[in-house]
């Protein structure tokens, strides 16, 4: 039987959780940004890391099959899609449910209940189909995938449709019940998710136009109409391929637990580590040749130094203060309300940096309201405040002890284009030209990572070596 | 395990426990029985010199832990602040002006004697400085000695800079000294006492290289702050430091053929998974908290530069009864923190060595300039030099506010599971580092 591990992060914003092979190589990949207890919020990103990872391992057996028939491929991408969508909807009845629940315990009178009630079947009708588009057609592109950001929005269109007078109370019973709906795991049944993902495919497939100009890729319009005519073929060739991974039981042989939840996670002692080793140990792991690693997670940030096996030799981490974290980034934009994926590509249309001070979140809240005011661009602005963010960082680089050979960028705001632009020109202008700057896709996944390569490992101080276990440097 | 109420003690700590006693006794009744009363500061201090006067020293650094391990500094240093002491001022001052200010009482509830002289011995640190031009105020018309101590900038100790000392401590100190005493100086007594003060050295020198054996019988920094108490304090140079010392040493002695651990406020030490040297001084509003983190975690102190503030006596620095006033010199200027950036760091590379440690932690304190500067430089060239993983921490000396036990101890423990981390897979893998 095939053996795999389990890391999962608890960092302070998201729960991340990575399975990996006896290579090493990431199979599933399970994030969530839950606020329920962590041991929920554990449980939610290790299922979704499950399902991705029977997916994984269905691509990785119809490698062959996906280069002579890339029809096979768009099909399973399609159906992991449908499938995560079909797992949204179960979570939004349930929200459904809670909305009208909060909705008869709020409302005493009659007549304003059902008045509210029938704004909210209204809004559910409005936004169902479009979530259901979004996700059937791949629309959902960079932005954010947790279902409360994606929920929220949609909740938010509609309600700006309606009168305004009801804006509040609508607001009320959505805060209410968000939470409720979002916090609980729902242990879903994969093969029936995944039968029901092909029956929404059949639909999906039988009702496409004759050509997708929407669409300007060659592949994707080649595959579409090779998919057209051809679904059922297609669907009924890889449905015992299908089959068998549903049925596959997926023995998880150890795992490790890490982030600033860990104390809290349901593991043994032995199986919990520290975030700085795991975030180290992953970057390594995907860029070998990494010496300092800087991570920015939602309330710290934390600069690596690792030896040639990975090991941290040293580390700094922000003290008494979390501004220039995620969270400061969040802030700013619920200040400007605008969503937290906006924010770098805003900051990227910068045509200067605005000066800013990045000593603390709630000042730097106050210097953008008065930036603004004197008649500053937002996106002046933006760029200094991700600037400002990067300058902290490099103050915490140098008390490491500066960059050397490889830097790897890790953490949830890795993803931030700007942040990225301002950390690669920071580290050139006070390291050299000549370091080279990893960020990887999977960066917000490098704790994750390294906590599963920990769990492969099995470091014991109790258990002696075992041949097998080899280090991976 | 549950944590006992009360901490288990050595005989020897229930020794230093009524020396301090009485001290403090004796400096509550000491303007009822005509004593005269001199504050001063740790590094540096001369202690014998005042006590060949009859005189009884006061330690406002002493006052200022002992009020952050009693949890009452955090009100002090309010009422300072309300006073207009910045929150970047030395917390030290800050909680030892607020402790004056709310009626001078010492750590055993008696109140403290206001000061006859103010005798600044050491000025590596320029707080020290500005501290007692506070306290001067605070007492109007007080006197004030000071005897300037150069700075080993050079790394050493010249022949020019101990006349320098003695010229001082000659025409400026020892006269105000005749004068609050109301009594002349007696040179022959000074020597006297310092054949007991190299007595106790000797015997502490012991006690803290004990730490090379492995196990280790001692925690050099966290019970080593309670083995320096007598001789950096009010004891150098008495007869019951000596007895203090020996009785110790017999502890320690006795805890080596046993083979046993410190002893910690929870009981002995049982395992020892990381023998650690430790720079820049503990947190004392939490100090049995921070204590614990390592102890549970198997960490023990070996050395720490800490325990050398109020003299590097393992170097080999003896008070010398043949050389009083010289000694008083030699000694004053060989104090850890006035030491320049590179001989601590060679200190602290011997220790790692010497010691056989796992590894090399900072606790860096918020309101310390004097033992901050330099320390990340000094945790580099450490790293550099021996190869040893380096850790880094931040606290306050008496801030409570200071103090995140969360933070911390997600730092230790990280740093622990790095050390720990590194042991296995060297010795797993067969890596070399």
């Not at chain 1, 391992?57 to 991408?77: G, V």
């Amino acid at each position: 039987m095939n053996k795999y591990y389990l890391g999962v992060d608890l960092g302070s914003t998201t729960s991340k959780a990575v399975i990996i092979n006896e290579n090493d190589e990431i199979i599933g990949r399970g994030i969530t940004n839950t606020r329920a207890n962590y041991a929920v919020a554990a449980d939610i990103a290790r299922d979704e890391a499950i399902y991705n990872a029977r997916f994984s391992i269905l691509k990785k057996k119809l490698e062959t099959d996906f280069q002579n028939k890339p029809e096979y491929r768009k099909y399973i991408d399609d159906l992991e899609s449908v499938f995560q969508y079909e797992q949204f909807k179960v979570r939004l009845d349930r929200l459904g449910e809670e909305l009208y629940k909060t909705c008869y315990g709020y409302f005493k009178d009659e007549q304003q209940r059902e008045e509210m009630l029938g704004h909210l079947r209204s809004i559910r009708r409005a936004f169902k189909p479009k979530i259901k588009y979004d996700y059937l057609y791949n629309n959902l592109g960079a932005k954010n995938q947790f279902f409360r950001d994606i929920v929220s929005e949609k909740y938010n269109e509609e309600l700006g449709k309606i009168d305004t007078q009801l804006f509040e109370p609508l607001m009320t019973v959505w805060d209410k019940s968000i939470s409720p709906a979002e916090n609980i795991r729902v242990q879903f049944d994969f093969a029936e998710l995944v039968h029901q993902a092909m029956e929404e495919l059949k639909e999906k497939y039988s009702s496409l136009p004759d050509r997708t100009d929407d669409h300007s890729s060659f592949h994707f319009d080649a595959e579409i109409g090779l998919l057209k005519g051809n679904f059922e073929h297609v669907s009924e060739s890889l449905r015992e391929h299908i089959d068998e991974i549903t049925a596959l039981e997926f023995h998880i042989s150890n795992m490790t637990g890490t982030g600033y939840g860990r104390a809290l996670l349901p593991f043994p002692e032995d199986c919990i580590r520290s975030e700085i080793l795991c975030h180290a140990f992953g970057a390594h792991a995907v860029f070998p040749e990494t010496r300092t690693v800087l991570d920015i997670g939602g309330q710290d940030t934390k600069a690596i130094q690792v030896d040639r096996y990975g090991l941290v030799t040293s580390f700094q981490m922000n003290d008494r203060c979390a501004a220039g974290c995620g969270r400061y980034l969040g802030y700013i934009a619920d200040e400007m309300s605008i969503s937290l994926n906006e924010l770098g590509p805003m900051a990227m249309k910068a045509e200067k940096e605005v000066s800013i001070c990045s000593t603390c979140t709630v000042f730097a809240g106050a210097e953008l309201r008065e930036l603004t005011n004197l008649g500053e661009k937002r996106e002046d602005i933006l760029g200094g405040l991700h600037k400002a963010i990067i300058m902290r960082a490099m103050s915490l680089i140098a008390r490491s002890g500066g960059v050397f050979n490889e830097f790897t960028f890790t953490g949830g705001v890795a993803r931030n284009p700007a942040v990225i632009k301002y950390l690669s020109q920071l580290v050139k202008e006070n390291y050299g030209d000549k370091i080279k700057i990893n960020i990887h896709t999977d960066s917000i996944f490098m704790g994750a990572l390294g906590g599963a390569m920990f769990a492969r490992r099995n470091f014991k101080p109790e258990t002696p070596a075992t041949s097998s276990n080899k280090a991976h440097a | 395990m549950a944590e006992p109420k009360d901490a288990i003690k050595e005989k020897s700590m229930n020794l230093q426990k009524e020396m301090l006693a009485k001290q403090f006794h004796d400096l509550s009744k000491a303007t009822e029985n005509g004593r005269k009363v001199v504050y001063t500061f740790v590094p540096g201090n001369l202690t014998e010199l005042i006590l060949s006067f009859d005189m009884l020293p006061v330690y406002p650094e002493i006052n200022a832990l002992q009020s952050g391990m009693r949890k009452k500094s955090g009100d002090y240093i309010k009422d300072a602040e309300k006073m207009g002491y910045s929150e970047d001022v030395c917390t030290y001052v800050k909680c030892d002006i607020g402790m004056m200010l709310n009626g001078n009482i010492g750590p055993t509830g008696e109140k403290l004697p206001p000061p006859d002289l103010l005798l600044l011995s050491y000025t590596g640190c320029f707080t020290f400085l500005k501290w007692f031009e506070n306290l001067e105020r605070l007492y109007p018309g007080v006197p004030v000695a000071m005897l300037h101590t150069p700075y080993q900038e050079d790394g050493k100790i010249t022949k020019d800079q101990v006349d320098y000392m003695v010229k001082q401590l000659k025409e400026e100190v020892i006269p105000k000294m005749e004068k609050v005493a109301g009594r002349k100086f007696d040179e022959e007594r000074l020597s006297a006492m310092m054949l007991n003060s190299a007595r106790a050295e000797d015997l502490l020198v012991k006690v803290l290289e004990s730490a090379k054996n492995v196990p280790s019988p001692i925690d050099a920094y966290f019970a080593g702050v309670y083995y320096i108490g007598p001789i950096f304090t009010a004891f150098r140079g008495t007869a019951e430091a000596v007895d203090y010392y020996s009785e110790l040493w017999k502890e320690v002695q006795e805890r080596m053929q046993l083979g046993l651990g410190p002893v910690t406020p929870e009981g002995e030490m049982k395992e020892q998974k990381f023998r650690l040297v430790v720079e820049g001084p503990p947190n004392w509003t939490n100090f049995r908290e921070f204590w614990k983190i390592f102890y549970d975690m198997g960490a023990v102190i070996v050395a720490s530069s800490y325990t050398k503030v109020g003299g590097v006596y393992d170097l080999g620095f003896r008070h010398d009864p043949a050389e009083p006033l010289e000694s008083l010199a030699r000694y004053c200027m060989g104090c850890y923190t006035n030491m320049n950036l590179p001989q601590r760091v060679g200190l602290l590379e011997k220790y790692v060595k010497e010691y056989k440690a796992d590894g090399f932690l900072i606790n860096s304190i918020k309101s310390c300039n004097s033992f901050s500067a330099g320390q990340l430089m000094i945790m580099r060239e450490i790293e550099q030099r021996t190869g040893a993983p380096v850790g880094f921490i931040e606290s306050d000396l008496v801030d409570p506010r200071y103090f995140s036990y969360a933070n911390i101890k997600n730092r230790l423990e990280s740093y622990f599971q790095m050390l720990e981390q590194r042991k296995i897979i060297i010795s797993q893998e067969g890596l070399s580092v």
